[in-house]
């Protein structure tokens, strides 16, 4: 049963992404975590997720911002020097409490803030900060969006340059989990047979997604976003308090 549940999250979350091009790896690191030991879940997650980014950035390739992507690289990897260094590592409790706080936190930000991704500094800034969080807790999602909201690219080129950058920091989680749980991950929790299903329902729910995007607008992409941040913020934050104070 776990097996089933993790693999249709895995599908759900893979399609939710490919059409507001955030969310979907937010939901799935929530599920995981409640289904399988943290290391583990953080490892399927880190594989399903560089898989729907890796085939997102690849069918709207096209799309891809390349500009923003290079500087964004430059922060990931100042980003993942610190913390492979520091070698940090929460529990379930913090780890929802910190996945929930960076969704309200995104919410709380100044509208005068203006954040755009194609500003060099703006995306050398996304990469530092989304990076960190992103190799901490699997997701950075909603801090990322901050650097897309008020920028003049299309939902298209902002769902296909931010896939671009969540697949490179996917693939520095899959190396930085490797070495710093030394394969706790391939604990008995998950058996080998789950990666390459995960990887399977990923490309389906991720060409999917892609498909729905063209149904929506950009007032619809703005709202929807913004909605599901707020929801699993505060839904987040609650399972973290409860688990701390229980």
Same mark, same amino acid.
């Given at each position: ?15 939710? =992404? ?6 979907? *790896? ?11 030991? /943290? ?29 923003? &992507? ?7 990897? @100042? ?8 070698? &940090? ?9 910190? /996945? ?7 919410? @709380? ?17 996304? *990469? ?7 190799? %901490? &807790? ?5 801090? /990322?969006?901050?650097?897309? !909201? +008020?920028? =003049? ?12 950058? !969540? ?7 899959? /190396? ?5 749980? !030394? ?24 060409? %999917?997604?892609? +498909? ?7 007032? !619809? ?7 599901? %941040? ?17």
């Amino acid at each position: 049963m776990t097996l089933v549940l993790s693999l249709l999250a895995i599908a759900l979350t893979s399609a939710l =992404s490919g059409i507001l091009g955030m969310g979907g *790896g937010f939901i799935l690191a929530g599920v995981l975590a409640l289904l399988l030991p /943290l290391p583990a879940a953080m490892f399927l997650h880190a594989i399903s997720q560089f898989t729907a980014n890796g085939y997102r950035a690849w069918l709207q390739r096209q799309h891809i911002e390349w500009r923003v &992507v290079r500087h964004y690289l430059f922060g990931l990897l @100042l980003a993942v020097s610190v913390v492979a260094l520091l070698a &940090v590592q929460l529990n379930k409790n913090w780890f929802y409490l910190l /996945l929930g706080g960076v969704a309200l936190f995104s919410q @709380l930000v100044p509208r005068s803030l203006s954040l755009d991704a194609t500003k060099p500094a703006h995306a050398f800034t996304a *990469g530092l900060l989304v990076s960190a969080l992103h190799i %901490l &807790v699997g997701v950075a999602g909603p801090l /990322l969006d901050l650097f897309f !909201q +008020r920028t =003049s690219l299309s939902r298209f080129q902002i769902v296909a340059t931010k896939a671009a950058t !969540q697949l490179l920091g996917h693939l520095m989680r899959i /190396l930085l989990i490797s070495t710093l749980w !030394q394969g706790d991950w391939l604990g008995t929790a998950v058996a080998g047979h789950w990666f390459a299903m995960a990887i399977l329902v990923a490309l389906i729910g991720t060409n %999917l997604g892609t +498909r729905l995007l063209r149904l929506i607008n950009e007032r !619809q992409f703005g709202h929807f976003s913004r909605t599901l %941040l707020c929801v699993l913020g505060c839904l987040y934050i609650g399972k973290g308090l409860i688990g701390l104070y229980a």
